[in-house]
């Protein structure tokens, strides 16, 4: 073939549209990722991705959310940028997420006064409420927004003094994880012993009587009827067996607890210990359960039943052992018996409410003495059934939702021997392949 000045021409105008082509395509990409705002979250576990419960929260709020952003270069890298991409997705969720960067080496008395004690920690502010964050985490930050939007200042006071699950203990009978989780969440707690006296305030508190082993006096069982009469909100965690003589207070409020326990004979093919330990099989519709969806663990649980004439409104929470029954009698060898025992499902958990002249008086009832307890509390979906329970009988519906999980991704430990060979691959002897292979091709076309 011989090569003329028209053929030459012909290749460089060829030459000269591909690459007009080629940077026309190249702007037009830069321009449109300007544009958009497409991303793909590719970690293991979504930690780039807020939470379906993070972003209900902040779609929640109608209030403007202010962060002051204490942060500088140091040794570890660029702070500021660190903190920007974090709360990146959350400006992106809500639009009046307002966000000042201070260096405190360059005003220390703004930093002073916020308290500020460490490098990329957060002062956030909602509705004149204003908290410090120091950790760059979802779990931690969604916590501390609840903390700054539950306004109601009413505490969870435990009864304690009958061996009821504590609040403050930390037995595997005891509520002391509870407890923990409640706290972060901006809830006020506090114990009540009936031998110190005094009765709390029902419209300022909810009274926890968690499942009682001794029986009260009758006097004590007075003290509680008084303070549900006189509006006090309740949340009652049941024995199977025993009641430690609130039966009195039962009748009050309108329910019947019969004796026996509930009974699943599937329980065993699910991996739990025995037939006495139930699964939710069904939740009912209420704002405490509306967003539920993971199943929750109920061992050795009791019946409620509503009374024909109750003044509170019934409504069930909890329906379990849909293939199991509940039996009255020994559960040893039990098998079911339609005179005197109950074919599933069985209510276990419930609300009751009534107006009273001033607001609306909740109560909860659930027949675990162990479901939220130290030792089951993790199991499933139970921490969020509880802190659900909590948020309505505190008046805080909109705090209702599931607690965000934390991150876990998965860790890629590579040897020194492995990353020097990826770096010299990836950055040395690819690029070097490459040049090579495009010399040999450019002389050989020479040669040609």
């Known amino acids: 073939m011989k090569i003329t000045s028209r053929f030459r021409t012909g290749v460089l105008v060829q030459n000269g549209i591909f690459l007009a082509l080629l940077l026309a395509v190249s702007v037009l990409v830069v321009f449109l990722a300007q ?48 903190v920007s991409k974090f709360l990146t997705p959350y400006q992106a969720a809500k639009s009046d997420i307002r966000v000042n960067f201070v260096d405190p080496r360059e005003e220390p008395n703004i930093a002073r006064q916020a308290g500020v004690t460490k490098n990329g920690e957060l002062r956030i502010k909602i509705n004149e409420r204003s908290e410090n964050l120091k950790s760059h985490s979802e779990q931690d930050l969604v916590n501390l927004i609840i903390r700054l939007m539950r306004f109601n200042k009413r505490v969870v006071v435990g009864l304690i003094g009958h061996g009821e699950g504590d609040l403050r203990g930390q037995g595997s009978r005891d509520l002391g994880d509870l407890a923990g989780q409640l706290t972060a969440r901006g809830f006020k707690l506090d114990t009540l012993n009936f031998a110190s006296g005094g009765m709390p305030n029902p419209g300022d508190n909810v009274l926890l009587i968690a499942s009682p082993t001794s029986d009260l006096l009758p006097g004590e069982t007075n003290r ?14 049941v024995e199977p067996n025993k009641t430690g003589k609130l039966d009195e207070l039962a009748d009050l409020i309108g329910i ?25 099989a069904h939740y009912g519709k209420h704002p405490i359960t509306e967003k539920m969806e993971s199943n929750t663990l109920f061992p050795h649980s009791r019946m409620i039943v509503p009374a024909d004439d109750g003044e509170f409104r019934f409504a069930p929470l909890v329906e379990v052992a849909e293939q199991g029954w509940f039996e009255s009698g020994d559960i040893k060898n039990a098998t079911f018996d339609p005179k005197s025992d109950i074919k599933g499902p069985i209510v276990v958990a419930a609300a009751l409410e009534r107006n009273t002249k001033e607001r609306t008086q909740r109560i909860v009832v659930v027949g675990s003495a162990f479901a939220f307890s130290n030792e089951y509390l993790s199991s499933l979906g139970n921490s969020d059934l509880a802190l659900g329970m909590l948020n ?6 909109k705090l209702i939702s599931i607690a965000p999980k934390s991150r876990v991704d998965l860790n890629l430990d590579l040897s020194p021997l492995a ?19 495009g010399g040999l091709i450019w002389w050989r076309r020479r040669r040609a």
């Open 224 to 237: 509680i009827k008084r303070f549900v009469d006189n509006g006090g909100d309740l949340l009652w965690f």
């Open 256 to 280: 019947e607890l019969p004796l026996g326990i509930v009974l699943d004979p599937g329980a065993k093919l699910r991996g739990l210990p025995s037939a006495t330990f139930a699964l939710a």
């Open 35 to 82: 544009q958009s705002n497409i991303k793909l979250d590719l970690t293991y576990s979504q930690r780039n991705t807020l939470t379906d419960e993070t972003l209900a929260l902040l779609q929640d709020i109608d209030a403007p959310i202010e962060i002051t952003a204490f942060a500088f270069p140091d040794a570890d890298g660029d702070m500021q940028s660190v």
């Open 392 to 397: 309505w009988l505190s008046g805080d519906e």
């Open 419 to 437: 990353v020097s060979l990826i770096v010299n691959g990836f950055l040395v002897v690819l690029p070097l392949g490459f040049i090579c292979a």
